[in-house]
């Protein structure tokens, strides 16, 4: 499960230190290795173990009927790469996805429970102000979840 907060950065190369807790929960389930995606409609990155990948397209297939599902599906698997750690517990972001995010030097990387993003740090703040405005939903919504 990815959990928390990290500030890093991506150096010239395009390569982004992921966390030691990340990697960890990286390493136990899938072998070193992530599928990273651009996120449809949203200005950031996400980043899965295998498994977790595998059991989106099992879900994903069972959807697939649905032309408005095709359409989002088609964009979230053009832009998966798998991408391996390095030794030093990096990994190689692709410039098409560095694009779409808008990634340059500073990021943030947030654990979302079976994934993480990683977003440009402005992108991400613009989001948070938007998000603020909507206390009311964002109440309820955690009330249904029992929190």
């Known amino acids: 499960m990815f959990l928390g907060e990290f500030q890093h950065t991506i150096d ?3 390569r982004l230190s992921i966390p030691v ?10 072998n070193a290795t992530v599928i990273i995606t651009a996120t449809p409609g949203s200005p950031c990155l996400a980043a899965y173990t295998k498994p977790e990948f595998d059991l989106l397209r099992e879900n994903a297939r069972k959807l697939q009927k649905d032309s408005n599902v095709s359409d989002v ?5 053009k832009n998966a790469t798998e991408c391996s750690l ?23 990387l947030f654990g979302v429970d079976h994934k993480f ?13 938007s998000s603020s405005h ?9 009330a249904r979840l029992g929190m």
Not at 89 to 104: F, Q, V
């Open 86 to 108: 390095d030794k030093q517990g990096r990994i190689l972001i692709p410039p098409n996805l560095r694009k779409h995010a808008d990634l340059e030097d500073n990021t943030l």
């Open 12 to 14: 010239a190369k395009g």
């Open 73 to 77: 599906l088609r964009l979230f698997y």
């Open 21 to 30: 807790k990340f990697r960890e929960y990286i390493n136990s389930q899938s």
């Open 134 to 142: 909507n206390e009311q939903e964002i109440a309820t919504t955690l």
């Open 117 to 129: 993003e990683i977003w440009k740090p402005e992108k991400w703040h613009e989001k948070e102000l």
